[in-house]
């Protein structure tokens, strides 16, 4: 009997752990990426990283918040990666493109996971938990 309860849990807990470990990271980036949001609002600039990271996009929409929110977040996973997709919105006028400001979020999001998780860098791919980590940032003004 022990031996059944034994094997039934050395096959359910590494699912469970995987699900739970790509959970956890979704959940963080989607707080990391608020996190950006916020600090863009602020229209103040800090040295810190990785907020200085976002510095050119204050500076650029002139030090005033332009209701910068993550408007969407998904993720897909496929054999040994994570892929997380994030929309944030603003208004206003920014004086950098989309695309720019997409790449200095994008940025922000890869180094406070890198900082502040057991995520790791080889190259220029991210690892969390033993799988690659994808995440796409789109930006669209209104």
Known sequence: MTAIILTGIVILVPSYLDENRSSTLITYVKSSAS????????????DSQPYS???????????TSRNFMVSSISSSESGDTITINIQVRYSGKVDLDNDNIAKAIQDFLVRDLLDHTNARMEGKT???GGKKVLINVNVVGA
């Open 53 to 63: 990271i976002l510095n050119p996009v204050i500076e650029k929409s002139n030090y």
């Open 126 to 128: 991210i690892y969390y």
């Open 35 to 46: 996190s950006a949001c916020s600090y863009l609002n602020s229209g103040v600039t800090a």
